[in-house]
């Protein structure tokens, strides 16, 4: 016997227990609790099949039919088989499904439409923006001026002062999108705005990218220039990125931009499982999905504002629902903590005018794309309204105590998810 056997041969669990326990750790946390932090979702069985396969050896850099090495035709037809499914998803004229992140998907624009020192007009981040629309510790903050537009008191885009700021300072580029918006962006009128400056315009919709190809949220085209995903979200994917452009024409830039401008060889397994989550996003069964993803949003804005607690913009169109703590008195960090040890996990989050830090919050950004791929419905997202209330109306009536877990509550939530498995184990 060769003397490498060992490695083909030995499993995880032989061949590093420590990283196998952590693992099995992670998987019994997965199928015990309920994902409610908006970014989390699952792949499909055949998509973790992709991103599991051999395909994972190939070294691909550049493009199809234009690698720098050989061995590559095979995977030149899964990219292939991306690229046109994620121009059908979204009605584009040109894909790039390389991109390792949405904010690699967002450089890429910024590589593709500016030069350091442009302006760029995007939403703050507490209103409901992205660290890679200009956060001045990012990338895209350091080598570029940005211009932050924000919200009504109510918490609706202010278009009206998006369309002041592009007269005064004359952007490049204009972002919309984000992750903490909940609600639809007028396209048309940011398209306007962006036209009497001579601007570009770049939705980034990776928080709603799976309702907009399940025909639950408006499409950024014909009125955008440029649409970056993540595909994990809602797409139901694995964690990577991507770019479409509205026309044909602005590909080339956006495919140097990728390579060789911001990265060198991308991860042939990642899009190998994009190209299987794009196909599944096609099938027609995505729009009950899609639908259902919203439909459970609203209602866990709908009847957590029934127990009072304040929902950001009043409710939502989007997979997740933006809870603004401040009236009751909670922080966001205690309220995830909080949701946490009860089984239920979500993420603090700033809200429109926060003025707490990053790390403590506001607020509470509780998504439902991963419950409802795992088979919960309108039913389990009405009752996680109610147990969420019960939670947080405990630490609102207890302010500073250390408050043990509600043993009625952690049943109930572990018998919610026992219904609703994963994989089979």
Known sequence: MSTNAWFFEDT??????????????????????????APKNYLSRAAREAMNSMVVFATIEGYPGKRYHAGVENFDAIERLAIERAKAMFGGGHANVQPHSGTQANQAVYFATLSPGDTVLSMDLASGG??????????????????????????????????????????????????????????????????????????DVAHFSGLIAGKQYPSP??????????????????????????????????????FPG??????????AAKAVCFG??????????????????????????????????????????????????????TAQKALEEH????????????????N???????????IVARGMGETEASALAGMIADVLDQVAANP???????????EKVSSMAAKFPLYPV
């Not at 537009?149 to 109510?154: I, N, P």
């Not at 919309?176 to 770049?202: K, N």
């Not at 089984?343 to 990053?358: F, M, Q």
Request: hydrophobic share 40%.
């Open 221 to 258: 085209f014909p009125h955008i220039d440029f649409l970056t995903s993540t595909t994990n979200k809602n797409l139901r994917g694995p964690r990577g990125g991507l770019v479409v452009c509205r026309d044909a024409a602005m590909g080339r830039k956006i495919d140097s931009a990728v």
């Open 130 to 203: 992205h660290l890679s629309h200009g956060l001045k510790s990012n990338l895209s903050g350091r080598w570029f001026n940005t211009v932050s537009y924000g919200t009504t008191d109510e918490g609706f885009i202010d278009y009206d002062a998006m369309e002041q700021l592009a007269r005064e300072h004359r952007p490049k580029l204009i972002i919309v999108g984000g992750s903490s918006y909940p609600r639809a962006i007028d396209f048309q009128r940011v398209s306007a705005i962006a036209a009497e400056v001579g601007a570009a315009t770049l939705a």
């Open 280 to 333: 599944e996003a096609l099938r027609p069964e995505f729009v009950e999905y899609a639908s259902s993803v919203l439909k459970c949003a609203r209602i866990l804005a709908r009847e957590l504002g029934g127990r009072g607690y304040k929902i950001v913009t009043g409710g939502t169109d989007t997979p997740f629902t933006m809870v603004d703590l401040r009236t009751r008195g909670i922080t966001g960090d």
């Open 12 to 37: 995880l669990s032989k061949a590093d227990p420590e990283v196998a326990l952590h693992i099995a750790a992670e998987e019994a946390r997965l199928r015990g609790q309920i994902e409610l932090v």
């Open 400 to 410: 500073g105590k250390d408050l043990k877990p509600d043993a009625n509550i952690v």
């Open 262 to 271: 911001i990265q060198g060889g991308p991860h042939p397994n990642v899009m």
């Open 343 to 358: 089984g239920i996990t979500a993420n603090r989050n700033l809200v429109p005018n926060d003025k707490e830090s990053p």
């Open 360 to 370: 403590v919050t506001s607020g509470l950004r509780m998504g439902t794309s991963a």
